[in-house]
């Protein structure tokens, strides 16, 4: 790229990114830890938020050939692993899609009544209404899309997480009740334990995305002075942001009324409320509802782009890469549908909500994790075989720099992984019944002494509702990252581009 196009100043980016990552819809999620949340945060900014904007500006402004996370696992480790890497961006997404569709439509329930919020039925009707307008927009082509991610990200992010802030801000400064206890320094600290340590995997969720930015590096006027700063300035911004956002809806939500889909609307009609201004909750309602349209339609079509360049290297048929007159892989873009139209479906047949948001965030951060681990890997790898590659941007402090900043992003997002396959606390997906239990203890009786099977018995019920999730997220998590590798198997040679 030539320096005439170098036009980014460092605010730019530092937009650029805050736009890229902050999502009001994350903030339910986080409201359950109350005080605690900005340790979390403090967490997760330092262990994967900074090394993951950082290595990927090495990793764009050292291979910018267009492709993204799938060229720079497949310069360091392969063509299989950049496959799968890419793959995993993409069917995160597919998994992902049910979540802010819920939150959409969660948020459109408040326009009309709350309660409609709980309804699975009407949760699935909405969902795919939105779902499908925003296919329709999408095949338009990228023209309109970024017109409306343009107006969206300011009126659905930016200005609810600002009103959000004021209102609690001006809450907690009168004489309403509070929910949250009296702040200590102790309470800001997160509790690590079996019970809540799954939660930390929305940190992760929340985070994702900052390695966009890095495909800006190379557009920014002095990457080694300005792209610091913007990432900075931008970790702080969302942090901020974040933090007070969760905190305000912590202030007027109890926990054990906090919806998961609906939970920022919750915190705006409790505000509203309580200033007598009740009036505009549904406005408020349409503004998030559109930025959340906006991120949806945003996001569509995006990490297709990325999985249409496997395609034209021929590691997929040729009929996945066939474009629209606008540009768009319209087979990518309807296919993709149908799966999430799919997977949609657990809001109709899971007894709750919230369990069916949090089993879809939860494999999502498992597929992410797998992309942001392959990432991390090959930045120090690169670092290692390919030294003189120019890079507009390096981590600061050689060898050793490299490996503290990817090595804690790796290591972080390996910790997201494994404490994503645990359930969090109060969700038993299959709470076992006072006849399984019989069964059991018949079935061992005739082996053990009665007092052993009883133990041994209640040993085995107990556990057995974490086995079954752990096994459902493996299973889920393997059925959406491993078809590269079966697609490969097949490949034929007609698949490349000639």
């Not at 890095?214 to 990457?223: L, S």
């Not at 079509?301 to 360049?309: A, C, Q, R």
């Not at 809001?347 to 597929?367: D, G």
Request: net charge positive; charged share 10%; glycine share 8%.
């Amino acid at each position: 790229m030539s320096n005439d196009k170098k036009s980014l100043s460092a605010f730019s980016l530092m937009m650029i990114s805050v736009a890229a990552v902050l999502s009001v819809r994350n903030f339910p999620s986080m409201a359950t830890y109350g005080w605690s949340s900005i340790g979390w945060y403090v967490l997760g900014t330092i262990l994967f938020l900074l090394p993951m904007t950082l290595v990927s500006a090495e990793l764009a402004t050292g291979w910018n050939k267009g492709g993204g996370v799938y060229s720079w696992v497949r310069e360091a480790f392969g063509e299989k692993a950049g496959f799968i890497a890419v793959f995993c961006e993409w069917s995160n997404n597919l998994v992902w899609f049910p979540t802010v569709l819920s939150f959409i439509a969660g948020t459109i329930a408040y326009i009309f009544s709350p309660d409609l919020a709980n309804n699975g039925l009407f949760m699935f009707i909405t969902m795919m209404a939105v779902f499908w307008l925003s296919t329709i927009v999408s095949l338009l082509g990228s023209d309109i899309t970024s017109r409306i991610n343009n107006i969206g990200v300011v009126l659905g992010s930016l200005v609810p997480s600002v009103l959000l802030a004021i209102l609690g801000i001006a809450y907690a400064l009168s004489d309403r009740h509070v929910v949250l206890p009296v702040f200590s320094l102790d309470a800001t600290l997160p509790g690590i334990h079996l019970t809540t340590v799954p939660f930390v995997a929305s940190v992760i969720l929340m985070f994702a995305g900052m390695e966009m930015s890095g495909f800006h590096a190379m557009d920014v006027k002095n990457p080694h002075r300005d792209y610091p700063r913007a990432m900075f300035g931008a970790a702080v911004i969302v942090f901020l942001m974040s933090v007070f956002g969760t905190l305000a809806m912590s202030a007027v939500i109890p926990v054990k009324e906090l919806n998961l889909t609906a939970g920022l609307m919750q915190a705006f009609e409790s505000f509203l409320k309580s200033f007598g201004m009740s009036w505009a909750t549904p406005l408020v309602a349409i503004l998030v509802a559109l930025g959340g349209f906006a991120l949806l339609t945003t996001w569509l079509i995006g990490p297709i782009l990325g999985l249409n360049v496997t395609a034209h290297s021929g590691d997929m048929p040729p009929f996945t890469r066939k474009l629209n007159k606008r540009g768009v892989p319209v087979f990518m873009l309807v296919f993709q549908g149908i799966i999430a139209t799919m997977l949609s479906l657990l809001y109709v047949v899971l007894p709750s909500v919230n369990q069916a948001y949090w089993i879809l965030s939860a494999i999502t951060v498992l597929l992410l994790s797998i992309t942001y681990m392959l990432l991390f890997a090959a930045a120090i790898i690169l670092r290692i075989r390919q030294p003189d590659v120019p890079r507009a941007f390096r981590i600061p402090g050689g060898m050793v720099g490299m490996w503290i900043v990817a090595g804690l992003g790796f290591l972080s997002t390996a910790f997201a992984f494994i404490v994503g396959l645990l359930p969090p606390a109060g969700m038993a997906l299959f709470p076992p019944s006072a006849g399984f239990h019989s069964t059991v203890a018949s079935f061992l009786s005739g082996f053990m002494h009665k007092k052993i099977v009883s133990e041994v018995t209640a040993e085995m019920v107990a556990a057995l509702p974490t086995a079954a999730y752990i096994a459902i997220m493996l299973f889920g998590t393997a059925v959406l990252a491993l078809p590269p590798l079966l697609i490969l198997k097949f490949r034929k040679q007609s698949w490349i581009e000639k």
